[in-house]
């Protein structure tokens, strides 16, 4: 199993829609997780981390759950500027090893 | 503020030819990493650094080679180039404790090996 499993997508999705994508880990003791975006050709950059209580941004939430090891990522009032790749990953305390995922493509449609 | 530069930020290289990616952060981080990912996947791990003189493999190492003389450079070598190792390299660099929240990455490098 790999360490971090997104679905790729493409998620192809009309502005102003909701759109959720799950990010599933099988390493139980990651201790911090986080989610990047990606624009086309561009570095990674962070998006937000991800706490176990949950973690909201404007538009964006992220929430933890352990007990089913993933993590996920809700855009509300989704815009164009949205259309990107979101990449999820964790890293353990003590090591500083970060491990992302593969990336889930998201396109918002006019 | 630079923060993380690599360079070049494009490259061709002929089967078998060698190569430096540089990679420089202006930020004191201790922490720097070397990165590629191929068309349509993530971010795959070469190497790492904890801080000068300290270096660890990550999942895709073969072929390539680091060192990390200063808390400032972390260049990446390729000393026997093959089409497998066409894909875009990115280096990134956080402080102590940072993980993935703090984590900088720079431009990247386009490298095709034909």
């Known amino acids: 199993r790999k360490e971090v499993e997104q679905d790729p997508g493409p998620f192809n999705v009309p502005e102003g829609a909701t759109v959720a994508f799950n990010c599933t880990y099988s390493?139980?003791?990651?201790?911090?997780f986080f989610w990047y975006r990606q624009d086309c050709r561009k570095e990674p950059k962070l998006l937000m981390s991800?706490?176990?209580s949950g973690n909201e941004d404007g538009r964006f939430t992220a929430q933890l759950n352990r007990a089913s090891q993933y993590i996920s990522l809700l855009i509300r009032d989704s815009k164009l500027s949205d259309s990107a790749t979101y990449l999820c990953?964790?890293?353990?305390?003590?090591?500083?090893?970060?491990?992302f995922g593969t990336g889930t493509r998201l396109t918002i449609i006019p | 503020n630079a923060g993380v530069t690599q360079t070049p930020k494009f490259r061709i290289l002929k089967i078998g030819q060698s190569m430096t990616l540089q990679c420089a952060q202006d930020?004191?981080?201790?922490?720097m990493y070397w990165y590629r990912q191929d068309p349509g996947m993530g971010l795959k791990l070469i190497y790492y650094?904890?801080?000068?003189?300290?270096?660890d493999k990550g999942e895709v190492p073969n072929g390539y080679n680091v060192s990390r003389s200063t808390t400032e450079d972390f260049p990446l070598r390729l000393e026997l180039a093959a089409p497998s190792q066409t894909s875009v390299y990115f280096c990134?660099?956080?402080?102590?404790?940072?993980?993935?929240?703090?984590?900088?990455f720079g431009s990247g490098t386009q490298l095709s090996v034909l």
């Open positions: 990134a660099s956080g402080p102590p404790g940072g993980g993935g929240e703090k984590l900088f």
């Open positions: 390493n139980s003791a990651s201790q911090s």
């Open positions: 991800v706490y176990s």
């Open positions: 990953g964790y890293s353990n305390f003590g090591n500083e090893k970060l491990t």
């Open positions: 930020m004191n981080h201790n922490y």
């Open positions: 650094s904890v801080g000068a003189g300290i270096t």
